[in-house]
Structures are given as C-alpha cells and as structure tokens.
C-alpha cells in the first residue's frame, strides 16, 4: 500500500478563537487562488473561477462599464462590506458613486451586484448572499448561469417587500434591460 501523498500547502488559515471579523479577513495574507468571505463569523473560502466563469464576469462587467451613465462605476472582485460581521466579495458591481478608495466599500454605495454562478457558490450565490444582498437593500442582483449551452442571466430588482423581482432574462445568450440604466450583455459560451 503506498503512502499518501503530501499535500502541497502554500497558505493555511492561521488558528482563530471565536467569530472571525472583517479585520480579522482583511489581515490574511492575500491569496490568488481563492476567494475569502465574512458571514457572521464565518469563512466562507471558494476557489477562483473557470477560464469560462473569468470570461462571463468580464463580459457582464465590461458591457456594464460601457452603459454606465457618468455618475455610475461599473467593478470587479470588490471587498463590499455589510456590517462587521459580513463581508462578500462579488463577481462584478456597479456602484453608486465613482471614485471608491480603501480596501472595502460600504454597501450602501452599491447599486448592482452581479455573480457568476458556479458548482463551488451555486448554494450560497442562490440562496445566502441573494438575502443578505435583499436585507442590505442592494437595488439589483443579477445571476449569471453558465450551466447551460447558452448561459443564462436574470436581473432581479428588489421590490417594496424587500424581495427581489425579476424583471430581465437573457434569451438566446443577451441579456438586455432597462433599469437601472439601459445595457445589453452578450454572454459568451
């Protein structure tokens, strides 16, 4: 029988006592090969994407970029901060304003939140950051499904209820919409 092999570890998170914070997350050694989030003490780690979910998020954000009206900042990969106990990390968003400056941004400065989904999120994309996201009042959440031959995009806009609606879904790979300003994103396959 042979041995197991070693695993190959380049970075371990450090012993932790009790609920993680956002300060806590922000002093980690910065790590390329995976994502970091903070729910409620929580980690929750996931790995990067696919090369095929990379070319979705930049498609989204890309077309997002070019359809936002000045007053308007279309990201990636932003550390948005929900309280001190949560903290996501999300495909792509648009903010509310230009210009953000420091490691995290407010919620409360973002319009849009955008989140390509995977085998690694699906369950928390779906379920878990779509309420935080409601609770938090985010205006718009749209997923991107890869899934499929075609993937599929839906734009939900929170409604009075403090639910999300959907008001936008993709038909043959393209996703347009109105609000909360006018876009159209062809999705890649």
């Known amino acids: 029988m042979a041995a197991p092999a070693e695993a ?3 970075f371990l998170l450090p012993n932790h006592e009790g ?3 956002i300060e806590d997350v922000l002093a980690l050694p910065e790590d390329n090969s995976q994502r970091i989030e903070l729910v409620d003490g929580m980690l929750y780690v996931s790995p990067l994407g696919t090369a095929a979910h990379q070319r979705l998020v930049f498609e989204a954000s890309y077309a997002l ?8 900042e279309a990201t ?3 550390n948005v901060e929900f309280d001190d106990r949560r903290l996501f990390i999300p495909d792509f968003t648009v903010l ?3 210009g953000a400056k420091g490691l995290t941004v407010p919620v409360e400065d973002v319009l849009l939140i955008g989140e390509v989904i995977s085998r690694s999120t699906k369950l928390k994309d779906l379920v878990v950051k779509r ?4 609770e938090a009042g985010v205006s718009y959440y749209l997923i991107i499904d890869p899934a499929k031959d075609v993937p599929v995009a839906t734009l939900f806009e929170l409604a009075e209820d403090g639910k999300y609606v959907e008001i936008a879904r993709s038909a043959d790979g393209v996703l347009t919409f109105e609000r ?3 876009v159209t994103i062809e999705l890649p396959s």
């Open 131 to 134: 309420q935080v996201y409601a």
């Open 76 to 78: 990636i990969e932003l």
């Open 8 to 10: 190959k570890v380049d």
């Open 180 to 182: 909360p300003f006018p």
């Open 19 to 21: 609920p993680w914070t």
């Open 96 to 98: 509310k304003k230009r």
């Open 65 to 72: 970029r070019g359809a936002c009206p000045k007053e308007f």
